[in-house]
């Protein structure tokens, strides 16, 4: 088999990956107790099946299509299966759908490229290796900021920024406390927090 068909396979995986998990956080959100559902809606969970469909290619730009293909198609058809759940017309369009797909091609592109250097094992594995838990971080730490709008949901909040560390010993092992995983690990939190800051100011 060579490179375009399985690049062409792998097309048609990211699609089915991302129609799934569309499913299921339509699911998660009808069906989890209370505020677990959240966790069927956080953007962070989308990412990690993204990053590892993504790491599956062994180029970069790749990489990058297959990530950002499997998030637009989770934003396509989250939106397709809740109006289908919901019971009312689907169509493309509004400011919130147009959102999500923009995150999803500008995520789509960083967590590509990462996944990328997370598959070569290179010097500069720890900046793809990073993400997942950093991400994680980011989305409970920025929620912390804005407590009194969360309060509902702690235990979620909560879980996430224990699912982003979990994630780093996961990840790191042995080489958690290396000087290059700390910094790629605070620098993307940071990063992360400013972007969901910018989020928050845009859905609000």
């Known amino acids: 088999m060579n490179s375009n068909t399985k690049n062409v396979f792998k097309g048609i995986y990211a699609l089915l990956l991302g129609l799934l998990i569309g ?12 505020s677990l559902n959240s966790l069927a809606n956080s953007g962070a ?5 993204a ?32 109006s289908i759940f919901n019971q009312h ?24 490229f990462g996944a990328n250097l997370y598959r070569q094992k290179s010097t500069h594995y720890h900046w793809g290796a990073s993400l997942l838990p950093a991400v994680f ?11 009194s709008e969360y309060m509902h949901m702690i235990p979620a909040v909560i879980g996430r920024i224990l699912l ?5 010993f996961i990840i790191y092992k042995k080489a958690l406390y290396q000087r290059k995983s700390l910094i790629s690990l605070c620098s993307y939190t940071v990063l992360g927090v400013a972007a969901y800051e910018l989020l928050f100011k845009l859905t609000t």
Request: with cysteine; charged share 10%.
């Open 23 to 34: 499913i299921l956080t339509v699911m998660g959100q009808k069906y989890l107790p209370d």
């Open 45 to 49: 969970i989308w990412l990690i099946p």
């Open 51 to 82: 990053f590892f469909m993504a790491s599956t290619a062994e180029k970069r730009l790749p990489a990058m299509i297959l990530c950002a293909e499997t998030l637009i198609v989770c934003v396509i058809s989250y939106y397709w299966v809740e």
């Open 89 to 112: 017309a689907f169509a493309f369009g509004g400011f919130y759908f147009y959102l999500w797909l923009i995150c999803a091609v500008i995520a789509g592109i960083i967590f590509g």
């Open 137 to 147: 971080l980011a989305e409970g730490l920025s929620e912390l900021i804005h407590l």
């Open 164 to 168: 982003g560390l979990a994630l780093y």
